[in-house]
């Protein structure tokens, strides 16, 4: 089932964040990481209009968006998270990490296309800028 998000929904989600970063992110410095995650708490939540999958009343993944962009969302379920997200939108953006393989590679299957590269400024990493549109 995907639901709007609740502000209860909070900490599972900052929790499958941080498990689903653990896995995607491994170059990014923990001290990075523990600042995005009080940024999911206090700024991209409230602010973004997230959709929560959850599984027996469980949050098991969620997508954030920021009007056509994709802020962020769960491991294991991102197909029907971004399913969820073209069908409110239709066109979508992410940015990702170039190091970010598994990102990339679900991004890349599910249609998304390159569209820019630049430095992310608080990691110096190179980041993707990527975007689909419904046909």
């Known amino acids: 089932m995907i639901r709007k998000f609740h502000t209860r929904d909070t900490e599972s989600l900052v929790s499958i964040w941080r498990a689903a970063s653990a896995v995607g992110h491994p170059f990014l410095e923990d001290r990075f990481l523990a600042q995005e995650a009080e940024n999911l708490r206090a700024v991209y939540l409230p602010n973004a209009e997230t959709w929560v999958a959850e599984s027996r009343g469980v949050p ?28 409110l939108k239709g066109l979508l953006c992410v940015e990702v990490f170039e190091k970010n393989t598994i990102g990339r590679r679900f991004y890349d299957q599910y249609g998304f296309v390159e569209t820019a590269r630049f430095r992310h400024e608080a990691t110096g990493e190179l980041m993707l800028k990527m975007a689909i549109s419904v046909r």
Do not use: P, R, S, T
């Not at 954030?64 to 073209?86: Q, S, T």
């Open 60 to 87: 098991v993944g969620f997508i954030a968006l920021i009007g056509d962009e994709i802020g962020g969302h769960g491991k294991g379920i991102g197909k029907a998270m971004v399913d969820h997200a073209v069908a």
